[in-house]
């Protein structure tokens, strides 16, 4: 399998060699090996992977892709960076919060030109908007004052935002308006995903998953997992998403919209944190995180059947994935990192 590459730091290729001998001999990677797993994966090779170079180190929390070379990236201090040649440059973007003591956690963009952002600001939960591809970004009307860490955007003039204490609200009108929802939880929601306009998921602390299959109207909550935290969530279709979180987890929504269950990856049951997933066509899905802080990537090419370790070759954390294509994936993570596969 192929694998990710960035110039931000180097792991010991002698170091790597061992730890990949070591965990060859042993099987399967375990929780005792949570900084050993990481450095194994990244003896494989790195064909087809390049760096991504970010004008700045602040930490990037969710990345948004909506055409095949336009991509947007969010985080910490308010930061917005986009490119439009396939992350042959990224640019960072100046928006009410840049520099400031708020943060961004989550993008979504129903177009190449119109992304929404949201996060917090200094005292109140925030969402950002642009309709000119990031030439402006300007505050929306939310007075929420709960903290918002994800956002999906089935439509063009349709999102959902979710966050803390299970907040929920909705826009019908392009962000004009912004409709708190009850989500049927009090647990922080950390992410979302809408397959169609009508449906969509949400996932959060304590394994809990919400879902809306009329439009947002009413939502229904539910256990996906043992109490296992889960950060992100995507979906092939309807009735096929997958959600990613600690503990190496990934559980699959069944045919029935309703209940999920758990699959066997290589991170299963082990320190690792699973942080966001992409499913760019009904067969391929790619899942990203870190082990003890050092970035992990994963990848499905049968469904979310089976899951191969792939090289990420970043000592940083990987916090969230998008993928345009099959073939052309971004993901973003702890000071500044940005990863690709093209």
Same mark, same amino acid.
């Given at each position: 399998?192929r694998g990710w590459t960035h110039g931000k730091r180097t792991i010991p290729f002698?170091?790597?060699?061992?730890?990949?001998?070591?965990?060859?001999?042993?099987?399967?990677?375990?929780?005792?090996?949570?900084?050993?797993?990481?450095?194994?994966?990244?003896?494989?090779?790195?064909?087809?992977?390049?760096?991504?170079?970010?004008?700045?180190?602040?930490?990037?929390?969710?990345?948004?892709?909506?055409?095949?070379?336009?991509?947007?990236?969010?985080?910490?201090?308010?930061?917005?960076?986009?490119?439009?040649?396939?992350?042959? %440059?990224?640019?960072?973007?100046?928006?009410?919060?840049?520099?400031?003591?708020?943060?961004?956690?989550?993008?979504?963009?129903?177009?190449?030109?119109?992304?929404?952002? @949201?996060?917090?600001?200094?005292?109140?939960?925030?969402?950002?908007?642009?309709?000119?591809?990031?030439?402006?970004?300007?505050?929306?009307?939310?007075?929420?004052?709960?903290?918002?860490?994800?956002?999906?955007?089935?439509?063009?003039?349709?999102?959902?935002?979710?966050?803390?204490?299970?907040?929920?609200?909705?826009?019908?009108? #392009?962000?004009? /308006?912004?409709?708190?929802?009850? /989500?049927?939880?009090?647990?922080?929601?950390?992410?979302?995903?809408?397959?169609?306009?009508?449906?969509?998921?949400?996932? #959060?602390?304590?394994?809990?998953?919400?879902?809306? %299959?009329?439009?947002?109207?009413?939502?229904?909550?539910?256990?996906?997992?043992?109490?296992?935290?889960?950060?992100?969530?995507?979906?092939? #279709? @309807?009735?096929?998403?997958?959600?990613?979180?600690?503990?190496?987890?990934?559980?699959?929504?069944?045919?029935?919209?309703?209940?999920?269950?758990?699959?066997?990856?290589?991170?299963?049951?082990?320190?690792?944190?699973?942080?966001?997933?992409?499913?760019?066509?009904?067969?391929?899905? &790619?899942?990203? #995180?870190?082990?003890?802080?050092?970035?992990?990537?994963?990848?499905?090419?049968?469904?979310?059947?089976?899951?191969?370790?792939?090289? *990420?070759?970043? *000592?940083?954390?990987?916090?969230?994935?998008?993928?345009? *294509?099959?073939?052309?994936? &971004?993901?973003?993570?702890?000071?500044?990192?940005?990863?690709?596969? *093209?």
């Open positions: 399998m002698v170091l790597a060699l061992v730890l990949a001998l070591v965990l060859a001999l042993a099987g399967l990677p375990t929780g005792g090996g949570r900084g050993a797993t990481a450095f194994a994966a990244s003896a494989q090779g790195s064909s087809g992977w390049a760096t991504q170079n970010d004008p700045q180190q602040q930490t990037l929390n969710d990345v948004a892709c909506p055409a095949a070379r336009v991509c947007y990236a969010v985080g910490s201090e308010g930061t917005i960076v986009a490119t439009t040649d396939g992350g042959g %440059a990224w640019r960072q973007q100046r928006t009410p919060l840049s520099g400031s003591y708020g943060s961004l956690s989550g993008v979504a963009c129903p177009s190449a030109g119109r992304c929404y952002a @949201v996060g917090q600001s200094t005292t109140a939960g925030a969402i950002l908007a642009t309709t000119n591809g990031g030439a402006s970004w300007t505050g929306q009307a939310y007075s929420g004052h709960n903290t918002l860490a994800a956002v999906a955007c089935p439509g063009g003039e349709t999102c959902y935002a979710v966050g803390e204490n299970g907040t929920i609200v909705a826009t019908t009108d #392009g962000g004009a /308006s912004w409709v708190a929802r009850s /989500s049927g939880t009090t647990e922080d929601l950390t992410g979302v995903a809408c397959p169609a306009i009508a449906t969509c998921d949400a996932v #959060g602390d304590n394994g809990t998953a919400s879902s809306t %299959a009329n439009g947002g109207r009413t939502w229904r909550s539910r256990a996906a997992t043992d109490g296992k935290e889960l950060h992100g969530v995507a979906c092939m #279709g @309807v009735a096929a998403c997958f959600a990613a979180g600690f503990y190496g987890t990934l559980v699959r929504l069944a045919a029935d919209g309703r209940h999920w269950s758990p699959v066997k990856n290589p991170y299963s049951d082990t320190y690792a944190e699973l942080r966001g997933v992409s499913c760019p066509t009904a067969t391929v899905c &790619y899942a990203v #995180g870190a082990v003890a802080d050092s970035g992990v990537a994963l990848a499905s090419l049968d469904g979310g059947r089976t899951w191969s370790n792939q090289t *990420s070759d970043t *000592s940083q954390r990987l916090n969230h994935v998008a993928c345009p *294509s099959a073939s052309a994936c &971004y993901a973003v993570g702890d000071g500044g990192v940005i990863v690709a596969r *093209s």
